[in-house]
């Protein structure tokens, strides 16, 4: 299938969003902000591994931890959150990407809602994890914690929001997520495909089939913005432990509609087997290369494939 697959690299992106009332408890307006980007990211059509988000837009966009044509992103430091030391390999977050959109207004019982699919293809200790955040850009601090994920937790507890905010070291900050995601309800998936552009040669595997390779599906969160000010978004999605094996994040909203921007554009097809084979067979140097760097090496696992 072909899939329309725009990469974004460190650039803004202008983006138009449809307005929304400003009564209270209408969803807020986020008007025509941008798109500030660390690491790698874009705007994909959806295709069959991620499909069409509930709200029905043509594109949404998506953070990834894998870089241009499949090589891996060298973005570090791009996480808000400090995780305590775990998993394998170096035992602390490396690359990543997040995305801020420009400032927007909102008053006092406004609400956010959002839509999050998150896609990860390592696990078992390798915690690949994402989040997204509310932030007050008068004092830049975190407003609310909108979503979170970590891929680990599929097999050991919950995908989403995947106890991500209880592995904070700063115990004085919240541990839970404010919005409410999935009506209450935590996450988990199946092994199912992974076969999707944006995780680049990391497209169609798994490292432990066992436990932590698929995607969520898409996902509601909602907020209710508690004091009229001036407030960003931000999404990302980090890896852990080493920079082998790839997670992104899918996210979309009302009125995301990307405009015409310098990145370039091209048309690329979800790979079909024999493209798939070629990919598994590179993952080969990736978990060489792994076991050199991570310390306690991990057992092969099978990959897999739509």
């Not at 990211?41 to 894998?66: D, E, R, W």
């Not at 170096?90 to 420009?102: A, E």
Request: glycine share 10%; charged share 10%.
């Amino acid at each position: 299938m072909n899939t329309f697959f725009r990469p974004i690299a460190s650039l803004a992106v202008s983006i138009t969003v449809v307005a929304a009332s400003s009564a209270h408890g209408a969803n807020v307006g986020l008007g025509s902000v941008d798109w500030s980007v660390s690491g790698v990211a874009g705007v994909i059509t959806g295709g069959t591994t991620v499909p069409t988000s509930p709200l029905g837009n043509a594109q949404f966009g998506y953070v990834t931890t894998a870089g241009p044509e499949g090589d891996y992103n060298q973005t570090y430091n791009t996480s808000p959150l400090a995780l305590e030391s775990q998993g394998k390999g170096s035992g602390t977050q490396t690359n990543g990407t997040k995305v801020r959109l420009g400032s927007f207004q909102a008053a006092a019982n406004e609400k956010l809602d959002l839509y999050f699919d998150y896609i990860t293809t390592d696990g078992s200790g390798y915690d690949d994890y994402a989040w997204a955040r509310l932030i007050d850009a008068g004092n830049q601090s975190t407003a609310a914690w909108l979503f979170t994920a970590r891929s680990t937790h599929s097999g050991n507890g919950n995908v989403v929001p995947g106890n991500v905010l209880n592995k904070q070291t700063d115990n004085n900050l919240p541990k839970d997520v404010d919005a409410t995601i999935n009506n209450g309800n935590t996450v988990n998936f199946n092994i199912s495909s992974t076969v999707w552009a944006p995780l680049g040669s990391s497209s169609g595997s798994c490292w432990d089939s066992s436990n932590t390779c698929g995607q969520t599906g898409w996902i509601k969160s909602s907020f209710t913005i508690a004091t009229t000010g001036t407030y960003y978004l931000e999404f990302g999605v980090n890896n852990w432990g080493d920079t082998a094996y790839d997670s992104a994040l899918a996210f979309d909203f009302t009125g995301l509609n990307p405009a015409t921007s310098s990145a370039p554009t091209s048309s690329v097809p979800e790979p079909p087997p024999v493209a798939m084979m070629a990919l598994e067979l590179g993952l080969v140097a990736v978990i060489i290369c792994r076991r050199q760097r991570s310390g306690p090496k991990r057992k092969s696992s099978p990959s897999i494939a739509s």
